[in-house]
């Protein structure tokens, strides 16, 4: 009974314009049949018609206020709901992550001692790698290089 008052509202708007419209028809068709007030209907059909329609968009407005409020209400209930849950996950999420962040640092302390080979992105040989900061006058560059690369480009060991 008491859901949706904008929608109602709105249509309540509806029908009011539709009755003053046919009152002012009525009324502009009494003066149209006689040919001396003929121009006297016209008015009245065009002014009738016209402040209806004017009259009634207060009235629609008020009812499109209430159901656009109503809209935004719900949505913002729901966006807090969301945003509450999202920032409870993020939470759980961030401790997920300290954690195996933790672990890969233990991974990490136990497979380093294993010597990593492969070819080195200097000088083409394949020999024991180590991932290194490389200062030249190219630039700062990262890439996996040899030993003997290490001592001939004064390259300082880097972390992934
Ligand atoms: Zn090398």
């Known amino acids: 009974m ?6 109602k509202i709105k249509g ?4 009011i314009f539709i009755i003053e419209a046919v009152f002012a028809a009525i009324a502009a068709c009494i003066f149209l049949f006689d040919e001396d007030t003929i121009l006297i209907g016209f ?3 065009i002014g009738g018609f016209l402040s ?3 009259s009634t968009w207060i009235l629609f407005g008020f009812g499109e206020l209430i159901e656009k409020t109503t809209e935004i209400a719900n949505n913002t209930k729901t966006t807090t709901a969301t945003a509450a849950q999202r920032t409870e996950n993020f939470s759980a999420e961030q401790c997920e992550n300290v954690d195996s962040d933790i672990n890969v640092v233990t991974d990490n302390n ?3 001692p294993q010597p990593q080979t492969g070819i080195c992105q200097l000088c083409n040989s394949e020999s024991h790698l180590t991932y290194c900061k490389i200062k030249d006058n190219l630039g700062i560059r990262y890439r996996n290089i040899c030993d003997e690369c290490i001592a001939k ?3 300082i060991p880097a972390k992934k």
Request: include cysteine; charged fraction near 10%.
């Open 2 to 7: 008491f859901c949706n008052i904008g929608g």
């Open 12 to 15: 309540l708007a509806r029908i």
């Open 43 to 45: 008015l009245i059909l």
């Open 52 to 54: 209806a329609w004017i």
């Open 110 to 112: 136990v497979t380093d």
């Open 153 to 155: 480009h004064n390259a």
